[in-house]
């Protein structure tokens, strides 16, 4: 018999700038973490991919918003450490210090700040997953780092993670996710935003047999993008190449102001359309939407539906 399945992704505000922090707010049950809880219990995802959560090694903060979300239902976490905070060692940002946010694989105040947490009430068969990481950006093919570029010998692809992650449906469904760097906050040399655009160009390579194994359909490519195709900054040919990619479906999920899932100020950058859940072409898609609520910050949760299983 056929069901639905509800994807999502969501930037919510689930970063602190200590180690430990994020769990003490967790526990504490803080405003914040209250508005989370709401739209999560409101919108009630089969799978969330929350793109900016911070990594701790037990996984002790998952677990704890996890029951603090359902708890009643048990649910599968899956939560690499990410590259936001993984010290360089090298002075990327060209200020003679190396040790600094700026100089992180990732940017982040601390190892393991604004990774990606996935949380499946589907049981996920980690055994499985995959996880590119550590590809290093100067790697890829026609990649988009300069030779003047600093750290080429070490700078990661990944500004938090590239991730596949099966569920133990038949057949499986992979959830494809990523955080790209935002393609602002640098100069005239465009680092950010051909890393950001790399970041995206990366999920077609994969597709394409240039990264390993494909990861065989049906799968949900979801995160945060960080580029909108028609407005703001940024690369957004890399964007639009993705989201024309006949390997996958956009299924425009809407809310109030239309695909834009953050509501940054007007009239720059404005509201744009940064977070993604794009399946793939052979999955019946029955449902979409930006959940647009005053609550959890101001990026917004995506959803998307899907008969299951897919024909």
């Known amino acids: 018999m056929a069901e639905t399945l509800r994807i999502a992704t969501w930037h919510a505000p689930l970063s602190r700038k200590g180690p430990g ?28 991919l929350l793109t900016k959560f911070d990594y701790d090694l037990d996984g002790v903060a998952a677990r704890a918003l996890s029951k603090a979300i359902w708890s009643q239902i048990s649910v599968d976490i899956f939560a690499p450490r990410p590259n936001g905070g993984r010290p360089s060692g090298v002075d990327l940002d060209n200020n003679g210090r190396s040790y600094e946010p700026r100089d992180a694989q990732g940017y982040g105040t601390f190892n ?63 959830i494809l996710g990523f955080a790209a760097t935002p393609p602002v906050f640098d100069g005239p040399e465009d680092r950010n935003g051909r890393r950001n ?13 240039k990264h390993g194994p494909v990861p065989a359909p049906p799968f949900i490519l979801a995160g945060l993008a960080n580029l909108d195709p028609d407005r703001g900054e940024g690369l957004t040919e890399s964007i639009r190449s993705l989201l024309n990619d006949p390997r996958l479906q956009d299924p425009l999920p809407k809310g109030p102001f239309g695909t834009a899932t953050v509501d940054w100020e007007e009239p720059t950058p404005g509201r744009l359309r940064v977070s993604y859940v794009l399946p793939s072409e052979n999955l019946d898609v029955s449902g979409s939407a930006v959940h647009w609520a005053d609550l959890g910050g101001t990026h917004k949760l995506v959803w998307v539906d899907l008969t299951w299983p897919p024909k």
Not at 144 to 170: C, F, I, N, Y
């Open 21 to 48: 922090l994020l769990l003490r707010d967790i526990l504490k049950g803080t405003d914040e973490i209250s508005e989370v809880i709401q739209v999560l219990q409101t919108v009630n995802p089969d799978v969330i």
């Open 112 to 174: 393991g700040q604004r990774g990606l947490l996935v949380l499946s009430k589907i049981p996920i068969d980690t055994n499985l997953s995959r996880d590119w990481s550590h590809l290093l950006w100067a790697g890829m093919p026609n990649s988009r780092m300069l030779a003047a570029d600093p750290g080429r010998e070490v700078q990661r692809l990944s500004s938090s993670a590239h991730l596949a992650v099966p569920l133990a449906t038949v057949p499986p469904l992979w």
């Open 197 to 209: 655009a790399d970041e995206i160009t990366f999920w077609q390579q994969m597709l394409d047999g």
